[in-house]
């Protein structure tokens, strides 16, 4: 414990009188422009990745950046992001898996999680991923995790009141892949039906990061 006391007390002493008017600011309420749903592996800092600030994500995370289709699981996920589209009103939601994911890894390895039921049991909820590799005829982690994202992004648009904010314009959907090993995040392009690096579509997508929305 003494890593985390140590944290906390250079965090009050430190680094919370550096970010006050930040801290004020958030004192009087969070307004979220992304709700963000990845893995909860160590190795994956959201803020981090996208250099946001505390108070610009709303953030679910869980084994596999699992999405449970709606009424499947009656699970935090739900809660989670019906209050995120409903009261906090998100922009966009981003769907983000990572290299070397361990329950995309289970997903082909069955006998991995024998001794763990709870974890063979959540990922029942990425059985459709497990099938579409099948289908395509590819077990490799990086066409799993990729094929994952694309699976919880459809559960995603099972839940009504992100189908209703689809309907109305309200809201767009992502698809990322955040490879820790090499600092790069691939999005998805539904035109290209691909995963594409941030760097290389930077140009096309200019600022309009909406032209890839799924
Ligand atoms: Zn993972």
């Not at 919370?16 to 004192?27: I, R």
């Not at 422009?33 to 600030?53: A, E, G």
């Not at 763990?116 to 029942?124: D, G, S």
């Amino acid at each position: 414990m003494k890593i985390l006391f140590d944290g906390l007390r250079k965090f009050r002493s430190e680094v919370f009188d550096d970010h006050k008017p930040l801290f004020e600011e958030l004192s009087k309420g969070q307004t979220p422009h992304t709700l963000m749903i990845t893995c909860s592996d160590s190795r994956i800092d959201p803020n981090l990745v996208t250099q946001t600030s505390p108070g610009e994500l709303f953030v679910v995370r869980n084994a596999g950046n699992i999405v449970p289709a709606y009424g499947s699981s009656r699970g935090g996920e739900e809660a989670a992001i019906e209050y995120a589209i409903e009261v906090l009103k998100v922009k966009h939601i981003v769907v983000c898996g990572h290299s070397q994911c361990g329950a995309m890894a289970a997903l082909h390895k069955p006998e991995s999680v024998k001794q763990l039921p709870a974890v063979a049991r959540w990922l029942e909820h990425a059985e459709s991923t497990k099938r579409r590799c099948e289908a395509i005829g590819k077990f490799d982690s990086e066409t799993t995790i990729e094929e994952n994202v694309l699976v919880q992004v459809e559960n995603l648009k099972s839940h009504p009141a992100v189908s209703a904010a689809l309907r109305k314009d309200r809201v767009s959907i992502y698809g990322w892949v955040y490879h820790f090993d090499r600092g790069e995040v691939t999005i998805y392009d539904p035109v290209r039906k691909h995963f594409v690096p941030t760097m290389e579509i930077k140009d096309r997508v200019d600022h309009n990061m909406e032209k890839l929305a799924i």
